[in-house]
Nanobody
Framework: VQLQASGGGLVQAGDSLRLSCAASGGTNSMYIMGWFRQAPGKDREFVAAINWDGGTPYYTDSVKGRFTISRDNAKNTVFLQMNSLTAEDTAVYYC??????????????????????WGQGTLVTVSS
């Protein structure tokens, strides 16, 4: 499956952004989708993930209450609504698919190695 992320940009602290990730080339949507981010000079880190049916979203602690992951399987698209952005959220954001699982497992959902397809990334810059 091919993934195309979009929606990044330059915003001020406190603003919101909505990222999108369009999937193509797959035969169905029965797989986990996740968002990761990579800040300059840092490792890629997990942000959020969601089951194939949109249930059981899972977030890293630093974005809980501010970010919301959702998906529209009819449009083969996953979203990341980001509110109350801070400078610490500045990073390239990547969407990813774990096609080996339909439902997320807490023990692996945060691992980059669990995902077999990656989008190209979209840059989010938050000015303070």
């Amino acid at each position: 499956v091919q993934l195309q992320a979009s929606g990044g940009g330059l915003v001020q602290a406190g603003d919101s952004l909505r990222l999108s990730c369009a999937a193509s080339g797959g035969t169905n949507s029965m797989y986990i989708m996740g968002w990761f981010r990579q800040a300059p000079g840092k490792d890629r880190e997990f942000v959020a993930a969601i089951n194939w049916d949109g249930g059981t979203p899972y977030y890293t602690d630093s974005v809980k209450g501010r970010f919301t992951i959702s998906r529209d399987n009819a449009k083969n698209t996953v979203f990341l609504q980001m509110n109350s952005l801070t400078a610490e959220d500045t990073a390239v954001y990547y969407c990813a698919a774990d096609r080996s699982r339909a439902n997320l497992h807490i023990t692996v959902v945060q691992s980059t190695g669990a995902y077999d397809s990656w989008g190209q990334g979209t840059l989010v810059t938050v000015s303070s």
